[in-house]
Each structure stands twice: as C-alpha cells, then as structure tokens.
C-alpha cells in the first residue's frame, strides 16, 4: 500500500544509536592524515607561492631571503591557528609599498620590530572580538587602497622591467621614466617581455594540450622560461642573490620617533587586518562555490584568524621576515586546487622551508628583470576594472578615487584617511540632499519627494505641499529610506488638513503605509521582516480612503502590492543582489523540477527551505501532468519538463499535492455534460486519478498513522500517484530514468498542519503499489 510519511530527523548515522543532543561526541583517535587533494593543492600554491615571494621582496628592498621566511610563516603558523581553514597567507603585495616606506626611513631590522609589534596589536584585537568591525570599512575604500597600492608597484617595477632601479616615490619614478627609456637595458626588457607574454598567454592557452599545461601556475612557468632562457643565452644582467642564512638580519630594538614608530605599527595593522579579514570572507564565498565542501569546510572564525595573523607578524617579524597577510592570489589557488583542509595550506609552508634550505643556488639564477615583471603584472591585477564598475554602480567612485590618489601621492594611511573622509562627506550630503518637485497631471498634483526626508528639507516640504490647492486630489511620493519625526509630523499635519477641507491623497512609495519615528504600535501595518509571505490583513488609520473608494474593498489591493514590492527592495534585494547577480551571470542551475498546485496556500520556497536558482518551478491547477500527444494535450507542461529534463538537466522532479485542493474537489462534484469551460477541459487530466481512486483492485495511498480524512484527501494522494506514472510516460523523463540520471518524488503538503510527506517508493511497478518507508530511512 502506498504511503506517506512525514519528514523529520532520526538517526543520521544509520546505525540504530541516537545520539543524546548534550552528550558529547565520542572522540576520534587523533592522526595526521593528509589528504591526497591537500598534497597536490600545497604543491600548486608553493610554486605560486615561490617566486611571488622573491619578487615580493625585490620591491619592498628588503633581504630577499624575508619574502621566503614570510612564506613560510604564513603557511605554518596562521595554517595552523587561523580562523579561515583554506586561506594561504603570506607576503601580501599590498604591503609592498608601506613596507618599502619603512624600509627606506627606518632600516630593515626596526621595520622587523614594527612588524612584531603590529602582531602584537593583531593578538589584542583578536582578543577583543573586533574583527568584524574591520569589514564596516566601505569597500570602496578597501578596493580603493589596493588600486592605489598596485598603481606604485607597477611605476616602481616598471624601472627594473627596464634595466634601471627605482625612486622613493611614484611621482619621481614617473619624473625619471623618460631618463630611464633612454637607456634601456636589452637583456633585462627581453626576459621581462618573455615573462610578461607567458603571464597573459599560459591561462589561455587551447585544446585538450591546453587544459593540462594549464595545471601548472603561470607565474612559475614564466619565471623558470625567463631564468632558462638566460641561462642557456648567457645574458649579463641581475639576478637573485641569497647570502647565506648565517648572514640573515633578525629583527632589533626599534629606533626612532615614537610617534612615527606609533603610526608604522598602526599602518601595517591596518592594512594587513583588512586584506586577511575580506580574503577570508572571499575564500568563504568560494567554499561556498564549491558542491560538496561547504559540509567539510567551515565558515571563517575571523577573530580568530586574526589572532592566527597577528602571531604570525610576531613570528615572521622576529625571524627577519616581511610582513604577513591573507593572499588572494594564493588563497584562490588554494581552494580552485581541490583543498579540503587546513594541512594544504601548511604543507606548502614546510615546502618553502625546503626550497629555502636546498634550492638556493637553483633560486639565484633567476633574474631580477623576470621578478619584476611578475610583480609589476600583479600590481597592474590589483587595479580591477570590475571593482571600479561596481563602485560607480553604487555611486561611491569619488570615495574610491580618493582613496587611489590619496595612496598614489600621500601614502598608505593618508591614503585611506582621505578615502574615509571623502566617504563621510558623501554620506552627509545625500543626507541631507533632498529633491522636492511639484507637477500636475490630468488634475491630480503630484508631489516626488526624493532621498532622505529630514528636518533639513522640511522647509522645502512644506514650501512644495502648499502648492496644491485645497480640494485637489494630491499624490505624494516618497523615494527614500529614511523620514525622521519632524518631517514626518509636518506632512502627517498637512495631510489631515487636506483632507479637512475636501482633498484626497494617496501616500505612495517607499514610506507609504508606515508612520516612520512612530512607536510600534501606531503603525498601519504590523508586518515583520521575517514574515513577508503572510497576507496581513492590516487595519486601516485615519489616513486611510474615504469610504467607496476601491481601496476600502476587502483584500489585497493594487498599494498592498506596491507596498509589498518596496518592502522587498528595502528589506530583501540587498540581502540576495548578490546570489542573484551571480545567478544572473552564470545562467540557472536548478536540480529539482517541482511541478505544484496554483494553490496561493502553497509557498514553494518555504516549504522546501529553497532560495533563488534551486527549484524549476511548474504551478498549475491540480498539479496535473497531461500524457504526452494526447489530443487537445497541454503542451506547456510537457515542454517544461523537456526543458527541465533535457536542457536543465535536473536530477530530480517532484509532483506536490496538498491538502483542501479545490481541484479535486471539483473532480469530485462533477457532473457529465454541461458547458465545457477552460476549467472542465483540464480538469479532464485529472480523470484518470478519480478512475485509479474507484478501482477496487488498486491499493489506496495513504498517510503514515491515519487514513486519509475524507475522500478529497484520497483523491489528492492517489492524484499525486497518478500524475507521477503520467510522468513517466514522458519521452524525456523515461530517457533519463533508464540512464540513472533522474529520480521522481511524491509528496503531500497538508496546509492546516504545515506538515510535508514524501511519497516512499517512488519507484513503482504498474499498479502503483508503494514500499513503506521507514522515518530513519528518510532522514538518512
């Protein structure tokens, strides 16, 4: 016999033991394993990771042997204490120029006792749980730092590219290009060209051929080409230069003004703080990205990872090392890799340590024009076109170009100084900016009040709503998120004084229906963000229609939906603009075709716990599925399921039935003959459910632990097992099914007791007898 049954957790083990939801887990022994997909993601991070490293180094003017230390410090250290399991960490080329800064004004081994003591200053804010706040910085700002960071690497790498050494700052190195291009160095341009055309040309390169090469990182492929190119040529130019680790500047006592070593400390915390917080909310969205590796991987704990950061600062800066920061670069290769755990990141640490200790003199035949090269390529990379797209879409391109600017010719901290000020004044003036017009059209006078209504526009407001003349019917529209008390007494007075004197309006836009600035209590509607589906059936104020106005009419009416659809775009666009902008690039994924009742009782989404992208949709009276070319046929639903099966490539379809269908009541009370309406024509679909139903010699379906309440109930269940042998009758759907590629599912949604039930044993012989499945069985 067929049967539902409802959908709630047991076991997950399978194994007959519950576990106690306070009883701790029983331990597992503790062994170092290593994942065969961390080994070879460490491996392709390390080559990544290694002449990044050098070249790192080469442009701050620190001991090249500090951009390996870094290296490894990050993949050890922050590997194994951060928060963000697959970030790689590292010499970062967003410090590059704060550390070249530091370098030149207090020498290499303060700028070490700097950056031990911004680790100090990461653990104390770590400690503090003040990492999120990091991320209040406007991304504006954030990208546009980095903008400004990589415009000074790419001028100051651009002088080594060309055979020369670079200035202490962007504008002397531009003042000195021309010198510089006059003298030209041939051997040192042609590996730089050879580097830089193997960076642009490897990650495209075609074909099956193609696809395998690729597996092997750019910046590596185009270091070693550059390096045995000039050691097979014999070219005379710069190359790396290793002294011997005996040599090695650690870190010393720091030396100079306090307030400026003050300053130091603040900027490589500020800077490293940021760059590893948003890398791991951006590894975390790649995990995400990623099926089957969100379960195994969990989200960043960002107060820890900062804690992770600052001990490795205090590592790194101790041992001679550059500062240390979440990478980009690296993390992304990390996680596109297939790693699936922290030991990744580690790994690639200890095969630093290895290439530092036993490749020195393989390392020191790279030459410095092909580091540049890489480095400079990286610093033209951290100015993004899509980044400057984004904050002219969001209107904060001044903040962001400040920012640049500021960075450009003032420095890191000024830099960003400059871009948060800019940022705050922005804010203030759309603050305070308000546009008030007034208009008349066809006898209505229509006020717009655009932006922010505050006591600063009140004038303005009350200047504009005495433009309309007593008795005229009046429109006020409000495009804005935000009205305070003042503004809103002022047009809460002025509307009941129109209304006084015989005219009539109508509060529309983003505010209308709700007293901003008012207690809870006084609002027109009650409705909460969290309950958006409810139909509310809100009670009208004093501002409400006069009596036989078409919106007194009992339901929802045209203003309830407009009311709807602003709540949506203040409330719920900004939390899913994201997914959807990614949905809308890379096009619909689905894996389930849900074909359902029109029924409004009936919310998809909330009653499958589904978001935007996850369910092909197909609602219909009845949830009926027609047999293929049956004559006067629907073919929409059948072409659904086609593009569904075919193009889609669903794996699963599910057929919902529910409680109180009006549907099968009316199969019920249906007479032969009469008028053949629309409804009747394609209730006639659901005949062959009514004849399953009255047919003696078929089992019923039925609900786990009752019978079905009344007839309408039977029908309902046994439709949802009719329709789902229409299914297979679906030359697309029977393809699929007899290549393993799609499974069907019953279910049953009862609206009364908000309780779903899955169909057991879709799998079906002819007469649609169902295997009783066990709860256990389900939840597993």
Not at 472 to 499: C, I, K, R
Not at 759 to 766: F, K, Q, S, Y
Request: charged content about 15%; hydrophobic content about 45%; proline content about 6%.
């Amino acid at each position: 016999m067929s049967a539902c049954v409802p959908t709630r957790a047991t076991d997950p083990t399978g194994t007959g033991r519950v576990h106690q939801p306070h009883s701790p887990p029983p331990a597992p022994p503790r062994r170092f394993r290593v994942a065969g997909a961390d080994l070879s993601a460490s491996i392709a991070v390390f080559l990544i990771a290694l002449p990044l490293s050098l070249g790192i180094a080469l442009a701050t003017g620190a001991p090249l042997q500090a951009g390996l230390v870094a290296a490894a410090v990050g993949g050890l250290v922050v590997g194994r204490l951060g928060g963000s399991p697959l970030q790689v960490s590292g010499p970062a080329a967003g410090l590059t120029v704060v550390t070249a800064e530091l370098i030149q004004r207090y020498g290499w081994r303060t700028t070490c006792a700097i950056t031990v003591l911004a680790g100090l200053t990461q653990l104390g804010l770590g400690c503090l749980r003040v990492a999120r706040t990091a991320l209040a910085v406007s991304p504006a700002i954030v990208h546009g730092m980095l903008s400004g960071i990589g415009v000074t690497i790419a001028v100051a790498q651009l002088h080594i590219v060309l055979g020369g050494s670079p200035q202490s700052s962007v504008l002397d190195n531009l003042r000195s290009l021309p010198a510089q291009l006059a003298r030209l160095q041939p051997a040192a341009v042609s590996m730089s060209a050879l580097t830089l055309a193997l960076l642009l040309l490897w990650p495209r390169m075609p074909g099956r051929a193609g696809r395998l090469l690729r597996r092997v990182p750019a910046p590596l492929v185009a270091v070693a080409a550059a390096t045995a190119t000039a050691a097979l040529t014999g070219l005379t130019l710069p190359k790396v230069d290793l002294p011997s680790w005996s040599s090695h500047a650690l870190a010393g006592m720091p030396e100079g003004r306090a307030l400026g070593l003050v300053a130091a400390v603040l900027t490589i915390t500020l800077v490293c703080s940021v760059q590893s917080l948003l890398g791991a909310v951006a590894v975390d969205k790649l995990v995400a990205s990623r099926p089957g590796l969100t379960g195994r991987v969990g989200r960043s704990d960002l107060d820890r990872e900062l804690l992770g950061q600052g001990a490795a600062n205090i590592a790194s800066g101790a041992l001679g090392g550059l500062p240390v920061a979440g990478v980009a670069v690296r993390s992304s290769a990390n996680v596109q890799a297939g790693a699936v755990s922290r030991n990744s990141t580690m790994l690639h640490g200890v095969f630093v340590v290895v290439a530092a200790l036993l490749m020195v003199p393989i390392l020191e035949l790279i030459p410095l024009a092909s580091l540049a090269a890489l480095v400079m390529a990286v610093g033209i990379q951290m100015v993004s076109l899509h980044h400057i797209r984004t904050v002219t879409r969001h209107r904060e391109v001044l903040a962001y170009a400040a920012t640049t600017l500021g960075v450009v010719l003032l420095g890191v901290l000024q830099g960003v100084a400059l871009g948060i000020a800019v940022a705050v004044a922005l804010a203030l003036h759309r603050l305070s900016h308000t546009r008030i017009t007034h208009d008349e059209k066809e006898g209505v006078h229509h006020v717009h009040v655009r932006g922010q209504l505050t006591f600063l526009a009140v004038p303005r407001l009350s200047r504009t709503l005495h433009l309309v003349p007593q008795g005229a019917p009046a429109v006020v529209e409000l495009d804005g998120s935000f009205m305070d008390h003042a503004a809103y007494e002022t047009l809460q007075d002025w509307q009941n004084t129109h209304a006084a004197q015989g005219g009539s309006v109508e509060v529309t836009g983003r505010r209308a229906g709700v007293r901003i600035a008012e207690p809870a209590g006084a609002a027109d509607c009650r409705c909460r963000p969290w309950t958006p589906w409810r139909n509310h059936q809100c009670e009208r104020t004093q501002s409400a229609p006069p009596a036989g106005h078409p919106d007194t009419a009992d339901g929802p009416t045209g203003h309830q939906l407009a009311r709807g659809i602003s709540a949506f775009q203040r409330h719920t666009a900004p939390l899913v603009r994201g997914e959807l902008a990614r949905l809308a690039r890379e096009g619909q994924r689905p894996a389930q075709l849900f074909l359902t009742c029109a029924d409004s009782r009936l919310v998809t989404s909330m009653i499958t716990s589904s978001g935007p992208g996850d369910l092909f949709v197909v609602r219909n009276v009845g949830n009926l599925v027609p047999l293929p070319g049956e004559e006067s046929g629907d073919d929409s639903v059948a072409a659904a399921i086609e593009y569904a099966v075919d193009v889609l490539k669903v794996r699963s379809i599910t057929v919902c039935g529910h409680s109180g269908c009006g549907a099968m009541q009316a199969l019920l009370n249906s007479e032969p003959g009469g008028a053949r309406t629309p409804l009747k024509r394609w209730l006639r679909h659901g005949l062959p459910s009514l004849e399953r139903m009255a047919d003696d010699t078929r089992p019923w379906a039925r609900l786990a632990g009752r019978r079905p309440a009344d007839a309408v109930e039977q029908l309902c269940l046994t439709n949802v097992v009719q329709q789902l042998e229409h299914l297979r009758a679906h030359e697309s759907v029977t393809r699929a099914l007899r290549a393993g590629a799609l499974e069907l599912h019953g279910m049953y949604f009862h609206v009364g007791e908000a309780q779903a039930y899955l169909l057991a044993g879709t799998d079906t012989d002819e007469d649609g007898v169902f295997e009783h499945v066990r709860e256990a069985d389900l939840s597993a």
